[in-house]
């Protein structure tokens, strides 16, 4: 482990995530943390009320937590984490330039794919901010859990493990816990394609097709996130981890995923609803993930009946037909 300390802080995006990952990481007061908005009322409502109502209804934040709209807060950051949605990273980015130093620490904690070009996140916002020093947040965590100190664990991938373990020191607390790696096609593509998977689980529930059948999803969805993952360069291993397996778990289960939500939507009305009424990562990474699968040859079946239904080509029935009566193989 390193012995380097950060300076400082910065949280850009004050949605659910954003705000749980300031809140966590002042309550340990190892380093000044500010939550930078782009909102003048979650300045007011934070300074006046301690709590972000808008993303994290009822939810205390600590007192040493700052909060500012201001960007030039940025100057004085040695670690900046990136937790707006997916399809926002590279706006983001680009209008932020100017106010990120070279040699910043950038973590992204958004679980997605440009849609636009199938890229990873990492890339995207390395190349607008000239820097190659950008690392991904990725794992099963809630914002509710993680601002109220629950117990959560998560991954953080950098270029370099000697960087993802500075990284997961100067981030965790004692209730959040960051294990180091160095895949980040790996962590990244994990938090991407379990949201697609969630989906999916969402639409065997809601259709009432079991538990057994949710299983099975889980399984053999694991096994298309594998097999992305090492065409794409990252380790097929990574996805055993706590951004493959220990997500894929939470948001195929819990209802308080909204992937896992908008998915048993669609089940109970056998087709794909055009409003998602809230963000759903999922909705936006399923057919960039089937794009991307098909260029390299990669069997997804699942990732595609998902992208399909979503782009309103294929009811559930259909798309439940079609998985069931693929050829028998090995597993
Ligand atoms: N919620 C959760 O439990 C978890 C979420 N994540 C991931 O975190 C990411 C964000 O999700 P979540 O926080 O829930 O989403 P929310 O919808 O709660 O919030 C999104 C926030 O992003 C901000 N934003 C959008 N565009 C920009 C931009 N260009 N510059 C700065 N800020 C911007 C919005 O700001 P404004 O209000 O100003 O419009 C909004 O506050 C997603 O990729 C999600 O998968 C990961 C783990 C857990
Ligand atoms: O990624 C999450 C938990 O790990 C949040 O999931 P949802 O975006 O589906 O709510």
Request: overall charge negative; proline content about 4%; some cysteine.
């Amino acid at each position: 482990m390193t012995a380097e300390t950060p300076k400082g802080i910065v949280v850009v995006g004050s949605g659910a995530f954003g705000t749980a990952l300031a809140a966590v990481a002042s309550a340990s007061d190892k380093v000044p943390v500010t939550l930078l908005t782009r909102r003048e009322s979650v300045v007011d409502d934070i300074k006046t009320s301690g709590r972000n109502d808008d993303a994290l209804p009822d939810i205390d934040l600590p007192q040493s937590l700052q909060v500012s709209i201001d960007p030039s807060v940025l100057e004085g950051a040695d670690i900046v984490l990136f937790a707006m949605p997916s399809q926002a990273q590279r706006e983001a980015a680009r209008s932020l330039f100017g106010f990120i130093r070279p040699g910043t620490d950038v973590v992204i904690c958004a679980k997605g794919i440009e849609r636009s070009s199938g890229r990873l996140l990492t890339d995207v916002v390395a190349e607008e901010l000239h820097l190659h020093n950008v690392a991904v947040l990725s794992g099963p965590g809630f914002a509710a859990d993680i601002a109220r100190g629950l117990p959560t664990a998560m991954a953080v991938a950098a270029e370099t493990m000697d960087r993802a373990a500075y990284l997961a020191e100067a981030l965790s607390s004692p209730t959040f816990r960051l294990y180091p790696s160095a895949d980040r096609i790996g962590v990244q593509l994990g938090g991407a394609l379990k949201n697609v998977l969630a989906i999916a689980c969402g639409i065997v529930e809601g259709a009432g097709l079991g538990d057994s059948a949710r299983a099975a999803l889980i399984s053999r969805g694991l096994a298309e996130m594998s097999r992305l993952i090492a065409a794409r360069g990252g380790d097929a291993e990574t996805v055993r981890g706590l951004s493959g397996l220990g997500d894929l778990v939470l948001t195929a289960t819990s209802h308080q995923s909204r992937n896992l939500r908008y998915g048993i939507a669609i089940g109970r009305e056998g087709r794909a609803r055009t409003e998602t009424g809230e963000l759903v990562e999922g909705a936006f990474a399923a057919s960039v993930a089937a794009s991307v699968a098909a260029e390299l040859g990669i069997e997804m079946p699942i990732t595609h009946a998902v992208a399909a239904i979503i782009d309103g080509r294929l009811d559930v029935k259909s798309a439940l037909e079609q998985l069931m009566t693929r050829p028998i193989r090995q597993e």
